[in-house]
Structures are given as C-alpha cells and as structure tokens.
C-alpha cells in the first residue's frame, strides 16, 4: 500500500496570506497555538476546517503536490457545529485542484480516517478526554502522526459552568477548581510531546484586538462590525486559556474573525475578513477569503 510521506508543519496552513504573516513573527517554539475569535456566521468553523484539512491532506499523491501535513488531527466538537459532510466537501474541493478525479476519492477517504471528532458534554468531560487523547492516539493510530488538536467551541460550556457555580455557592458546598487548568495542562503537553498545532475557535475575544486606522475599511451592513475588530471582554474558560498560552511560551496568534459580505440567495457565498495578529506584539496581518457552496477560496 502506498504511504504518504510525513512531513513536519512549519506552522503552514496552506494560506499564503496567512502563511506569509506567520513567516515574520513566528517564534523558535515546539508548535503553536493559533485562537480563531468571531461572531455568528464570520466563518469560524470554515476557516477551522481548512485548517484541518490541510494537516490530513498529504504533502504529496504520488507525484503530485498536495500541500499537507500528512498527519492526524483531533477534533473536539463542543457545540456540534462541525459538519463531516461540510468538511468531505471541503476536502474534495481542496484535492480537485491538485489532483485526477479518480484520486480524489480514495484520497478523502485516507484523510476523513486521519480525521477524529470527540463531542465532550461538560468541561470536566472535555478535560478528561485531553488528559486519555495521547493514549487513543498511541492505541488507535500509532502509524501517524498527531498534527493537530482543535477545540470548537472552547466557551461552549460557559453558562453551564457559571449555573454550576453558583448553585454550589448558594448551597454553601465547597465549589472546586475549574477544569481550566488541567485543560491547559494536557493541551500544553500535546504540543510540547508532539510538536502539533492547537486550535481553539470561541465567539468573542477575552481581550480587545484593535483594527488599526490605517487598514484599508470594508463596510459592512453589522455596523458593530463595521470598522473595527473589538469584541467583549469574556471572562470565562476560554479567557482563562488564552490568558494562560499568552504567559507561556507558546506562540499564540489570534485570528478575529467578521464578515464582509452577506451570503447570497442562489449559492449561500459570502466574503470574509480575517485579521491576524501574534498575542504580544500590536502588528497584524489581513486574511479574505470566500465561502461558497462546495468549497472555500482563501486568498
């Protein structure tokens, strides 16, 4: 059977645009952690999902150029927003640019096999698995690589754990720690041990990221939106690990999602502004994309 070859990812996501800003502020550190922030419908899970596709995509089919990572990547759906049919297509679009037709379909199905997805339902529930998610993946595929861990949504549990909370003041009970920590702790040690990717997509900023003056404005019907990228403070667990990769020595990059354009009637596309910025510096790097009904084209 043909084996791809496996190639480490240098932080390439397979977005020039991004992949170029990455180039000028990437740090000497065994991985990354890249945050992915933005509101309903600003393309968080479809920028997740080219992410993912290019770490199971190969570097290589034979002779032909891919572009991939050729490893396994480790999805903890936290909200049940992603979609395996949306990400086949996603694949199939990616793989048609590079490749026949008659390869493209036994290439997906290699990469949906790299391709796992655990749906954890409490945050104690979604720090046990990344404490037990080195050894499923030493158990399970031991052949590949582990390229990526992606967390979607990391605030998905926030309210629930704010209700918890609560009711255990109001009824005087020891109120525990918060699952944060070991969170960060097992996420930490994944990229440490594996040198992967972490990615962690939430709906708001636990700080504000400012869209400098001088960019180039596009104008949007959402006028929140609509000339700068500031989000709310949250102050939650995803704050808490974006607090704790920033004070690591992690490279952390925040991605702050909105859109640009609203998704037309006849093939639900829409435009999308990605502004990219390393968590302690003040530069920043633009990312445009389009979505469109079986696939995607980031610029």
Not at 245 to 270: E, M, W
Request: aromatic share 8%; hydrophobic share 40%; with cysteine.
């Amino acid at each position: 059977m043909f084996k791809y070859p496996s190639v480490s990812p240098p932080a390439l996501t397979g977005i020039p645009s991004l992949d170029s800003y990455l180039a000028t502020v990437e740090r000497p550190v065994n991985g990354s952690v890249i945050s992915i922030n933005g509101p309903l419908g600003s393309g968080k899970t479809h920028l997740l999902y080219f992410l993912v596709a290019t770490c199971v995509l190969p570097a290589n089919h034979l002779s032909l150029p891919v572009g991939g990572w050729n490893k396994a990547a480790f999805i903890l759906d936290l909200d049940g927003h992603f979609q395996i049919s949306r990400f086949h297509d996603i694949l199939v679009n990616r793989l048609q640019q590079f490749l026949p037709t008659l390869d493209v379909t036994s290439c997906v199905e290699r990469c949906l096999s790299y391709t796992h997805i655990f749906r954890p339902t409490s945050s104690g529930h979604l720090a046990a698995t990344l404490l037990h998610l080195q050894r499923y993946h030493t158990k399970h595929c031991p052949d590949v690589d582990l390229g990526m861990v992606a967390v979607h949504s990391i605030g998905a549990f926030m309210w629930f754990d704010r209700f918890t909370a609560e009711q255990l003041r109001s009824t005087s009970a020891k109120v525990g720690a918060m699952p944060s920590l070991e969170i960060f702790s097992s996420l930490e040690r994944l990229r440490v041990d594996n040198g992967l990717s972490i990615v962690l997509t939430d709906w708001g900023l636990s700080q504000q990221v400012q869209s400098a003056s001088n960019v180039t404005q596009y104008q949007s019907d959402d006028s929140e939106y609509a000339s700068t990228s500031t989000y709310p403070e949250v102050v939650d667990i995803s704050a808490s690990l974006t607090q704790a990769f920033t004070n690591s020595t992690s490279a952390l990059h925040h991605i702050s999602l909105k859109s640009v354009g609203r998704p037309s009637k006849s093939d639900k596309s829409g435009e999308m502004l990605w502004i990219v910025r390393v968590s302690d510096t003040s530069r920043y790097g633009i990312v445009a994309g389009q979505i469109m009904t079986h696939g995607m084209v980031i610029k």
